[in-house]
């Protein structure tokens, strides 16, 4: 049978998730002829994909910092730009500092945090327990620890104050622009994943009203934010006594604000 009439043949897969939208169709069948033996099973992961699921949560799995991150229906996808927040984080953290990934998601920051500096004291914390499930599955082995709860009130009181290195890939969409992000987004992950409120930073201001409660003197508190929203980002952190700094890439199209406490 030529390869082109077999159902399940990389290149027939190929050619229906084409058909279906996907603008990286031999990468994505790739994966799933990887990953999927059974004829049954990857037949059924294709369909799944056709109509629309994302394919990381098909594979179970996403790459993130050249790391293997385990996620789950109802978890954030991390995405590549966040990298860039992770790389700003490295650039003031030491060896040994005491790191907070705030609003984790699947924990793929702390994780790529962890991996690259191992001694360092990681807490990570999401106020969703699916997410705090899922990042234990990546950090716990690496030595982090995951805490569930809102914000700050979810982490361990004795390192209030103490803390060198605050992230937060926060929900940071405005509400109007949610029903303009790609359909997948929408319909896959939770809108509390998504939705920042009206300028869509509700929650960084909640974070930057307590951070310098919590970080240590010089330390500092990175949020990635659009380059829109950057300059109202940075005129919160001076309102909240944090001396900003903005910084962009156009590789990752992504922009972070450093807050550091003086
Ligand atoms: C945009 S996702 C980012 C997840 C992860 N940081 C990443 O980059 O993959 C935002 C996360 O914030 C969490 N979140 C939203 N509001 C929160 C709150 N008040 N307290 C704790 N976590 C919150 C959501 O559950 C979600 O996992």
């Known amino acids: 049978m030529p390869e082109s009439s077999n159902p399940l043949s990389y290149s027939a897969i190929t050619a229906v998730l084409r058909e279906s939208g996907s603008v990286f169709a031999e990468e994505e069948a790739r994966l799933l002829c990887s990953v999927f033996d059974s004829p049954e099973v990857l037949s059924l992961m294709v369909e799944k ?16 910092k050249g790391l293997r991150v385990a996620v789950e229906p109802g978890v954030f996808i991390p995405r590549t730009r966040s990298e860039f927040l992770v790389d700003q984080a490295l650039s003031v953290c030491e060896a040994k500092s005491t790191v907070v990934d705030l609003c984790c998601g699947s924990g793929a920051l702390g994780m790529a945090l962890l991996s690259t500096l191992p001694h360092i004291h990681l807490y990570a914390s999401d106020n969703d327990p699916v997410a705090v499930r899922c990042a234990r599955k990546n950090i716990a082995s690496l030595g982090g620890q995951v805490f569930h709860g809102d914000l700050f009130h979810a982490l361990p009181p004795e390192i209030k104050g103490n803390i060198d290195v605050l992230v937060a890939n926060a929900p940071y969409v405005p509400t109007g622009a949610v029903a303009f992000m790609p359909r997948e987004a929408q319909e896959h992950e939770p809108r509390e994943t998504l939705d920042g409120g009206v300028d869509g930073l509700d929650v960084h201001r909640r974070i930057a009203g307590e951070a310098n409660l919590w970080l240590r003197a010089g330390g500092s508190l990175l949020v990635e934010t659009s380059k829109d929203q950057a300059i109202h980002m940075a005129a919160i952190f001076e309102l909240h006594k944090l001396d900003p700094t903005i910084v962009s890439s156009d590789d990752y199209d992504a922009t972070v604000v450093i807050g550091r406490k003086p």
């Open 49 to 64: 994909r056709t109509n629309g699921i994302p394919l990381q949560l098909i594979l179970g799995r996403t790459e993130f």
